[in-house]
């Protein structure tokens, strides 16, 4: 018991002194430094911050558009292409007229929009295939061989396009949209007329010349559906629908005279492309 004793007093009395020492010393290592030379930074750029250069000339030349360049200028064009069609060529006439044919003929979903839409794009494509032929020609081949700039091509390629407007654009209608833009002084020559002048100048005439061909083709139509009712009329038959029965005659007259021959040659002839 006394051995007890004595022990224990002796690690009560060792406790502070260990808790005052605290943890061993960690034993101090020099490192070797290393010197760097004294040699200045290199600084990319003449004014010392960040420079970026972009190089968009292909393989072939400084002067050659490099393929990324060709396929960003291809998916701007087909995003746009919708609204070049309509309103730089000569799609709108057409679209315009075979829909008036077919509200004169009495049936509303023959032939269905598909068929009108693409007969009339690819007769556009016809009427323009010398403009488009041109506009290649001058503008886009020679900016992808590095012969033009992009202004250069720009300006090479619009001229055919415009010959066309001036063709086919009305000459109220142009004075209008002159009036309308606050030039002081008139354009002695075409090249002098603008683009955002000549665009809504040709796509009013387009219009009007749609609807006079339009008002034309309705007329024998009309005509026939006028005697139809009258016949019903004078027989009693008011109960019977006169477009019911106008419509055999007037399918009948259409097929008579081939009609859609008839219209797609008045069409393309309507155009001046010389």
Known sequence: MLAFIVAFAALWMAAPVAAQSGPPARPEIDLPQTVLPDEEP???????????????GGEDGEGVPSESVVLIIG?????????LVIMLTSFTRIVIVFSLVRNALGVQSVPPNQV?????LFLSIFIMGPTLKAMNEEGLQP??????????AYNAAVDPL?????ANVGADELGLMLAAEN??????????VSMSALVPAFILSELKTAFIIGFVVFMPF???????SSVLMSLG????????VSLPFKILLFVMVNGWVLLAETLITSFNTT
Do not use: C, H, K, W
């Not at 009108?116 to 009339?120: I, R």
């Open 42 to 56: 290199t600084v990319p750029g003449e004014d010392g911050g960040l420079s970026l250069n972009i190089d968009l």
């Open 75 to 83: 998916l701007t064009l087909l995003s746009v292409a919708p609204s």
């Open 183 to 192: 030039s002081e002084l008139a354009p002695d020559t075409p090249d002098d």
């Open 237 to 244: 038959m008011m109960m019977l629908p006169p477009v019911f």
């Open 162 to 166: 415009r010959e066309f407007m001036f």
């Open 116 to 120: 009108v839409v693409g007969l009339s």
């Open 222 to 228: 009309l005509v026939i559906d006028l005697v139809v």
């Open 143 to 152: 900016y992808l061989e590095g012969e033009l700039t992009q202004e250069e």
